[in-house]
């Protein structure tokens, strides 16, 4: 479409980098321990916890009513399929491999991690999609997720 009719100056495209999750968190060392000896994460002193390409930077909150996980979101009818999202909140997602995902869930749980929600397989769109939800220390809620084309 011609930038003039559209009122837009045509701009060459900006590269934006990784994207980093801050998370405040009510007692810093705690949750540095957590995703350091339960998650697996790598964990250092400013408090970046990363593993893979997940990465996440712990900072202590002011006080506890600062520190709030997501609440579940409204339902949608206007989604490109015909799910309305999800039933429980999401604070991280994190896209990993079909059979990565329970291998990921069982290594959590050994090391004590909170599995709020067990691997469970769902279907939409054409496609399958397995989802685990893993707790930290205060309620964040880091949905492991993996899709895959769902089979004829």
Same mark, same amino acid.
């Given at each position: &479409?011609?930038?003039?009719?559209?009122?837009?100056?045509?701009?060459?495209?900006?590269?934006?980098?990784?994207?980093?999750?801050?998370?405040?968190?009510?007692?810093?060392? =705690?949750?540095?321990?957590?995703?350091?000896?339960?998650?697996?994460?790598?964990?250092?002193?400013?408090?970046?916890?990363?593993?893979?390409?997940?990465?996440?930077?712990?900072?202590?909150?002011?006080? +506890?009513?600062?520190?709030?996980? #997501?609440?579940?979101? +409204?339902?949608?009818? #206007?989604?490109?399929?015909?799910? /309305?999202?999800?039933?429980?909140?999401?604070?991280?997602?994190?896209?990993?491999?079909?059979? /990565?995902?329970?291998?990921?869930? /069982?290594?959590?749980?050994? =090391?004590?991690?909170?599995?709020?929600?067990?691997?469970?397989?769902? +279907?939409?769109?054409?496609?399958?999609?397995? #989802?685990?939800?893993?707790?930290?220390?205060?309620?964040?809620?880091?949905?492991?997720?993996? &899709?895959?084309?769902?089979?004829?």
């Amino acid at each position: &479409m011609d930038a003039q009719l559209t009122g837009m100056q045509a701009e060459p495209k900006k590269a934006l980098g990784k994207t980093i999750q801050v998370r405040l968190v009510s007692d810093l060392a =705690r949750s540095q321990a957590y995703y350091r000896d339960q998650l697996g994460c790598l964990v250092d002193d400013w408090g970046h916890a990363e593993r893979d390409e997940m990465i996440v930077i712990l900072q202590q909150a002011a006080s +506890a009513q600062d520190v709030r996980p #997501n609440a579940v979101s +409204a339902k949608r009818s #206007n989604y490109p399929t015909d799910w /309305e999202g999800p039933e429980y909140g999401w604070d991280t997602f994190v896209h990993m491999g079909w059979e /990565e995902l329970s291998a990921y869930v /069982e290594e959590v749980r050994g =090391r004590g991690a909170r599995i709020a929600i067990e691997p469970f397989i769902g +279907a939409h769109g054409g496609w399958e999609f397995k #989802n685990a939800y893993v707790l930290d220390p205060d309620g964040y809620s880091i949905v492991l997720g993996a &899709m895959r084309q769902a089979e004829l």
